[in-house]
């Protein structure tokens, strides 16, 4: 009923840039909290950023000042800008939303396929 879709990782070198995306469609009734997460090879999915429908943003301590994520609500979209990138930030990334569905009540979270970012010395 809902899918999402990311786009924009690749290989880049230390200090470089990437900019990810990712479009929810399908049977949407409202879009809350968006989110990047990103599971390197060997540890545990992590919370990149994540930015709520008024916009209200929450980054992960390794990323902050590097990383931005945004928004466009009436696209139905979720971007994260990465500067300055780093080795350790080698990883997949997936995108995820809270979606309530139309004819539902219930905010249930999805997720994207992820996308492949790495980061070479």
């Known amino acids: 009923q809902v899918q999402l879709v990311a786009s924009g990782g690749g290989l880049v070198q230390a200090g470089g840039s990437l900019r990810l995306s990712c479009a929810a469609s399908?049977?949407?009734?409202?879009?809350?909290?968006m989110a990047w997460y990103r599971q390197a090879p060997g540890k545990q999915r992590e919370l990149v950023a994540t930015?709520?429908?008024?916009?209200?943003?929450q980054s992960a301590d390794s990323v902050k000042g590097r990383f931005t994520i945004s928004r466009d609500n009436a696209k139905n979209t979720v971007d994260l800008q990465m500067n300055n990138l780093k080795p350790e930030d080698t990883a997949v990334y997936y995108c995820?939303?809270?979606?309530?569905?139309?004819?539902?009540?219930?905010?249930?979270?999805?997720w994207g396929q992820g996308t492949q970012v790495t980061v070479s010395f």
């Open positions: 399908g049977s949407i009734s409202r879009i809350g909290a």
């Open positions: 995820a939303a809270e979606v309530q569905t139309m004819g539902t009540w219930v905010m249930r979270q999805y």
């Open positions: 930015i709520t429908s008024r916009s209200a943003i």
